[in-house]
Nanobody, 127 residues
Framework: QIQLAESGGGLVQPGGSLRLSCVGA?????????MSWFRQAPGMEREGVAC???????NYADSVKGRFTVSRDNAQNTVWLQMTNMKPEDTAVYYC????????????????????WGQGTQATVSS
C-alpha cells in the first residue's frame, strides 16, 4: 500500500520560508506518478498549490506563483515544496498527494484525482 509522509511545517513570520518534504513508501516514484501539494485552511475546501509530473513538468496556483517551488527526487522517493515570502493567507495544513500519471504536465484543480494522501503538516504564518 502506498503511504506518504509530510514534514517540515512550522510557524514563520510573514516573509519567511519553509521547506516541506513528502516521502513515499510502498511506491517507486519513477514509475509514472504525478505528485501534488494541496492545502486546507479551517472551514475551507482543500485547494491545489502545486504539482509535478514524473518528467518534471510543474503547475502552480496563481496565489503561489513566484513564491513556491515544487521539486522531486525519484531516487529518494521524495517531493519538496519550497515556500518563500510567505503570507498569513498561506496558513493551512499542507498535504501531498499521488496519482498514476503518464503525461508531461499535471493539474491541481480536483483533489479527488489524487488517490493517496499523507497525514498533512501544519504551516502557520503569523507575526
Amino acid at each position: 500500500q502506498i503511504q506518504l509522509a509530510e514534514s517540515g511545517g512550522g510557524l514563520v513570520q510573514p516573509g519567511g520560508s519553509l521547506r516541506l518534504s513528502c516521502v513515499g513508501a510502498g511506491v517507486a516514484l519513477d514509475h509514472h506518478y504525478a505528485m501534488s501539494w494541496f492545502r486546507q485552511a479551517p472551514g475551507m475546501e482543500r485547494e491545489g498549490v502545486a504539482c509535478i509530473s514524473n518528467s518534471g513538468g510543474t503547475n502552480y496556483a496563481d496565489s503561489v506563483k513566484g513564491r513556491f517551488t515544487v521539486s522531486r527526487d525519484n531516487a529518494q522517493n521524495t517531493v519538496w515544496l519550497q515556500m518563500t515570502n510567505m503570507k498569513p493567507e498561506d496558513t493551512a495544513v499542507y498535504y501531498c498527494g499521488i496519482k498514476y500519471w503518464d503525461e508531461s504536465w499535471c493539474t491541481i484543480t480536483d483533489p479527488s484525482e489524487y488517490l493517496f494522501w499523507g497525514q498533512g503538516t501544519q504551516a502557520t504564518v503569523s507575526s
